[in-house]
């Protein structure tokens, strides 16, 4: 019920910025272009300049930021005494525990956030507060990071905020796609990801025109940002800190939390949140507390939730290795399972051409008719999209009384083993095999070449886009070794792959 937040790649964004195209939008993102109004020298301190990405633990905000943890405790908040911000090996920044104080039990709260500390949008106290209300309400629902950034831009350019030890701990640059060079853009060489790349950066250059625009002549003392100037680069900051970061109350409102999102991640997590009150409730509390014993020198680490390596990286700035929630996206396409189908071996004209009766069966798998959706995934926990799995099935089989004779959710299933027979079961499933080396074809490189590229200790943006592309194609072959196991355990004579 308590997930870390993140961006839905599936919705139309924004229209794209007029003019823009993908290597603009990219070099006007990547430049340092913030620029102040104000000449006072707090206002300067809290400058919303960004940079790309170039290292693997960015500076923070504030040369010398305060301490969180002092900040956390001093506000209201508990902290476990064992734990401290500290880089670790495995997984760099973040909250681990410490050597000298002993193991942390299974049940013990680590972290206590009251109600006062959580950042999240408000409603409006003043003309400032409206006018970024106004902005927010511009800004697609799927971006709601975007939102939530503005409200974070916003603290971050007082010079008196509450939130300043905090925000002064915050990355000064993020690991996220929109601010890679775009030799590393080419290298994740993956054409979904590469489109939401695009989408963003496209509707960060037109966003960044609507709010000069809403802004231009806006009194300074009525503006929501002190009266600093607001780029493509600080609200591309904005947006990464919060996607990176923010959290979802019980699936409802995404809230930035101090020091709780300095907290790694991981499938096998050790530590879980918990939610006490309503979201509006003064008594609302946001706990950290320990799921399973934490040792000396532990990170403590939540789970962001069971998503592939796209969403991690687009959202959060780095790639999870044997990812068991990696994927790779294909389109359904008639001509895409011929090409498929004669590499495998298996000559079937339905593949095109289905006959009404599969039509129908297509059409209750959404891969048919008005209102398709002719997307589908190799990978994950399924290791094969059921929707793909089932329309091979169906397309394959002959007998249309046999295909009666299951229910959707059998076809769709990898773990029913031949539901229309060893023949039809080979024939889908050598199908499937050519379509894992059909994607692998459309990466430009080979395993060995991006092993050695990362031997070669690459700048961190190339390492994270070599490293995206590298366990998309793992995963692929081992799909691949999957179902070449399960061809030869069909019978004798489907053994052949």
Known sequence: SFVRARLHLRPPMAAAAAGATPATARKALASTTSALLSSSPALRRRSLSCSAASAATAPRIAQQPPDLLRWVQREGGFVHPALRVADHLEYGLGVSATAADGIIPPGAVLIDLPGRIPLRLRRPADAADALLMQLADRVPEELWSMRLGLRLLQERTKSDSFWWPYIANLPETFTVPIFFPGEDIKNLQYAPLLHQINKRCRFLLEFE?????????????????????????????????????????????????????????????????????????????????????????????LNYGCYPNDFYLLDYGFVVTSNPYDQ???????????????????????????????????????????????????????????????????????????????????????????????????SALRTVLALCAIALQHFHTKIMDDQAVLKGEPPLTTELAVQFRLQKKLMLVDIMQNLSRRIKSLSPEKSTA
């Open 209 to 301: 025109k609507e709010v000069k625009q809403k802004l231009g002549t806006v009194p300074s003392g009525d503006h929501p940002f002190c009266g600093q100037d607001v780029h493509s680069s600080s609200l591309g900051w904005a947006m990464s800190a919060a996607s990176s970061r923010a959290f979802r109350l019980h699936g409802e409102i995404p809230m930035l939390l101090p020091l709780v999102d300095m907290c790694n991640h991981s499938f096998s997590p050790n530590a879980r949140i918990v939610q006490e009150g309503d979201v509006e409730s003064p008594d609302m509390s946001v706990k950290v507390v320990a799921e399973t014993q934490i040792d000396q020198n532990a990170a403590v680490t």
């Open 328 to 426: 790779v996206e294909l389109s359904y396409d008639g001509n895409l399972l011929d090409a498929a189908s004669m590499a495998a071996g298996v000559s079937n004209p339905n593949f095109s051409t289905p006959a009404k009766w599969q039509q129908d069966i297509l059409s209750q798998l959404n891969l048919h008719g008005e209102g398709a959706v002719l997307k589908v995934s190799l990978g994950g926990p399924d290791v094969v999209d059921g929707h793909l799995l089932a329309a091979l099935r169906v397309l394959l089989a002959a007998d249309p009384d046999t295909v009666g004779k299951h229910d959707l959710e059998t076809l769709m299933s990898l773990g029913t083993k031949a539901p229309l027979g060893p023949t039809v079961e080979a």
